[in-house]
Structure formats: structure tokens, C-alpha cells
């Protein structure tokens, strides 16, 4: 079976899926990237096998430019004459794929892989965006998401067979260091979407009557200095420390060490970071959206913060010391969950088995 991937070949999440396909037998993996490809596609996809359709999304309008390379797409594909697309991302790269199928009459079905904003947000943005997302979405035979909650919005937007699969971890880490009871990791990005000041105000609340709690910022982003201002004025010196972006050795020992992972975005999907944080055996804080209630049973495997939580410190501090008292075999569960549901090379397995089945009636 010929499968092509199709997005941004300098993205982690692409590679990510390139190394899990790559592994199952007799799949014959191509990729097109609208950017170029990292080092590591070399040994998983042959340069014979790849498309580098070289836009820079930053300075050339974003998805329009991705939309101008439809021609040399559709002319590869051609060529290539694969069984299956698999597009990641569904407004732009979903969007080239059932467009490359169309104009050039592909025979190729489409796997198409939502990965959160494309579903939760663009759809939200205007009828044109709602109407395009809803058309790709009909256009995939089958299609990947993360969280129920996800999926049942797909399926209001037009989608037929979904199937719900964490975007997980590829293997458990190592947990063989103690955790530190009062200290605190978050590594979401920097940016507004991610809401690290209110990680901030939450980590300030439980700091002002917890004198041993740390918070360890990592990752980077516009809000950078504003947030290492707002620490000064929290009164937050020598209590928050911002490490910046980190390689994933580091960061695995900074999960280690936290027995609490704040991660408080406006929208979110189920994170790879909040799994990673569970495999480490933390206790997470998440903010109030369906896919962690999901992720989290409602409060079994950590807390869901309503808006405004921080605002009543002592409260928040008393969840937490109640839940903290049970840590040891929370955190045990939390990670006993991830190998149980949420490492990615047996999803895929089971994914590549539905476009087999999928696949025969064709055959």
C-alpha cells in the first residue's frame, strides 16, 4: 500500500507520524512538505520519494501560498499514483490534497489527520472558512482526532468515519527521580492562545501561602518579557524560573523532577505535553475545556481549573494538598493510563489496519 503524507515536513508532528508509519511493514511512505523536510525524513523517506514545495508561510500570506503549489502537487501525485493521502492539518494541507484529487482525478482516497485549531477555531472565523473545512472533511474517506470531543465536532461539520486516537507518545520515559512536592512545570508556548500569564496568577495564588512552591517556565514567545515582568511585580524573584525552549533530554528532567504541570490554554485539544507530564508522573492543572475534563475523567487524574480559580487562593491550595496526599499513586495511574491508551506507534498500527480494510473492497 502507497501512502503519501502530505504538510509541513519541518514540523516535529509531521516527523512524528513519518516515524510511526515508516515502522509498520509493507506501507510505501512518500511525503510532500509545503516547506522543506528536517534532517531526520532522510532516513525514513527516500529523497526520490519526497516533495519540497518550498513556501515560507511566515512572509508569503500563509495559506495562500501554500495553495499556489497546488500544480507541482497535483502533477507529483500524479506520478506517484498512491492509495492513500494522508494530509495533516485540514485547512491548508487537507485543502491541497482534495484539490490535488479533484483536478487531477487521483484515485488516491484521503486520510485526513485534524490536529485542533483546524476543527476548534478556523471554523469559527467566518462562513467561507466553515464551508471550506466542512468540504474537506466530506472529501476524506477517514479521518484522525485526538479527543471525542473533537471528533463530535467533526462529525457536525460534515465528517464521516472518525476515528479518536491520542496524538501520543512514541515510548514511556524513564521515572526513576524523586518529585519535588511543590514544584511546578509548565512548557506550553509563550504566546496569548497558551495564557501563560495566568499560569502566573495561578502559580502566584498558591505561591503567596505555600513559601516552598517553584514554578519552572519553559519554552518561549512573545509574551517573554512582559511575563518575566509580571513575576517582579507578583513578587515571584527567586520563585519562577524561565529556561526557555528546551532540547526534549531536558525538558524529560524537569517533568521528572515537578509533581505539578500547569498548562492553561484558551483552546486546546488533548496536548502532547499534558501526556508527556502524565506519563512523568504529574498531577496536572489544566484549564476548563471538554478535552481535559475527557483527558482527565473529571478530576480523577488531576484538576480542571474553572476560570477564576486563581482568584481564591487558599481554596486552590486545599485541592490541591488533598489531591497531593494521594500523589504517589495518582501520579502511578496517570502514567499506567498512558501506556495503556495514549503511545502512538500501536494507534497507528490500528489506523494503517482501517485504510487496509478500507482499502480492500477496491483491490
Known sequence: MKLVLIGDGESPHLLKW?????AVPGLHLHAASSRGFTPAFEALVPAECRLVLGTDPRHAGGNVAVLKTL???????????????????LTSHGTLAWAAKTGWRLRAKIAGSAWGSDILVTPQQGWAYRWLTSRVLRACTL???DSQHMSARMHELGAGEVMTFPFGLEALPKQNVRK?????????????LY????????????ARLKPEARLVMANDGSLRGALEAQAKTLGLDGRVEFVGRLEPKAQGVHYARARWFLSLPASDSVSVSVLEALAHECLPL???????RELLADGQRGLV?????????????D?????????????????EWVARHALFPPAVRRFVDRLKALDAPAR
Open 18 to 22: 513519518a516515524r510511526a508509519l515508516s
Open 143 to 145: 479521518c484522525t482526532s
Open 305 to 317: 481549573l474553572a476560570e477564576g480559580a486563581e482568584a481564591e487562593g487558599q481554596v486552590l491550595l
Open 180 to 192: 519535588q512536592p511543590w514544584l511546578f512545570f509548565s512548557n506550553r508556548g509563550l504566546e496569548p
Open 319 to 335: 485541592r490541591l494538598e488533598t489531591l497531593l496526599v494521594e500523589g504517589e499513586s495518582v501520579g502511578a495511574v496517570n502514567r
Open 195 to 206: 495564557r501563560p500569564d495566568r499560569v502566573l496568577a495561578t502559580f502566584a495564588a498558591i
Open 71 to 89: 500544480p507541482r502537487l497535483g502533477h507529483w501525485l500524479a506520478q506517484v499514483d498512491a492509495d492513500w493521502l494522508l494530509p495533516h492539518y
Open 286 to 292: 489544566l484549564s476548563e475545556l471538554p478535552a481535559n
